[in-house]
């Protein structure tokens, strides 16, 4: 079965930590994809990615980074948390076929205070 | 700024009748389209897709599209309490990249 595996299901840390989350997917798919989704406004897209070492601003890109060393994983990092940053962080990946959707890691629920 | 637009609901049907989600999205080039379940808490599941006008069924699930009115809607028949969820319509605007509409939440009554 095909899987987007993400490190933590729920996160609390401190205002100004470095936080890391990490997503691994085992269907060697190119395209790799970080979502933050909240009430009200629904899935955004943070950054994405379409092969090693590649990395794409997505729609709200501020306050994070990414690293796509190996094609299974690609890591989303908050540089100095912010309150404004609690959500909940969605991973996903896809083929480069255009008539397939995405598969989405579990999501991780980041709550920093 | 390409939209996808989803009425938020919730939309309340009773067990056993046909759940009609309807969704509309801006970019008038946009070619593929597809419907998620997302359960409380839980991450989306892709249902289907569609990226030819008409109807595309799939089980109790029918995508039908009319590109013309840039509109896209997902029908559930015989609708089943565990069909409860939120659904999201997603438009690719290109590459691998979508944009997601708001979402609809339906609730079928037992």
């Known amino acids: 079965d095909v899987k987007v595996t993400q490190s933590s299901r729920y996160l609390v840390k401190r205002t100004g930590e470095k936080v890391f989350l990490e997503c691994v997917q085992d269907?060697?798919?190119?395209?790799m994809f970080w979502y933050r989704q909240d009430p009200g406004l629904g899935l955004r897209l943070i950054y994405f990615?379409?092969?090693?070492?590649?990395?794409e601003k997505g729609d709200i890109p501020e306050g994070y980074s990414v690293s796509r060393e190996k094609k299974e994983r690609f890591s989303l990092i908050l540089e100095s948390a912010s309150t404004n940053q609690t959500s909940m962080y969605l991973c996903?990946?896809?083929?480069?076929?255009?008539?397939?959707?995405?598969?989405f890691g579990s999501g991780t629920r980041l709550t920093v205070v | 700024q390409k939209e996808v637009e989803q009425n938020s609901g919730p939309l309340s049907v009773p067990e056993g009748a046909i759940a009609s989600l309807n969704c509309t999205y801006s970019?008038?080039?946009?070619?593929?389209f597809f419907w998620y379940r997302q359960y409380s808490g839980k991450s989306p599941e892709l249902i289907m897709f569609i990226y030819s006008n008409g109807d595309k069924e799939d089980g109790r699930f029918t995508a039908q599209l009319n590109k013309a009115s840039q509109y896209v809607s997902l029908l559930i028949r015989d609708s089943q309490p565990s069909d409860s969820a939120t659904y999201l319509c997603?438009?690719?605007?290109?590459?691998?990249?979508?944009?997601f509409g708001p979402g609809t939440r339906l609730s079928v009554l037992p």
């Open positions: 970019d008038r080039g946009s070619q593929s």
């Open positions: 990615s379409y092969d090693v070492k590649m990395k």
């Open positions: 269907m060697d798919h190119e395209n």
């Open positions: 996903a990946s896809s083929p480069p076929d255009r008539n397939y959707g995405y598969t």
């Open positions: 997603a438009v690719r605007i290109g590459g691998q990249n979508f944009v």
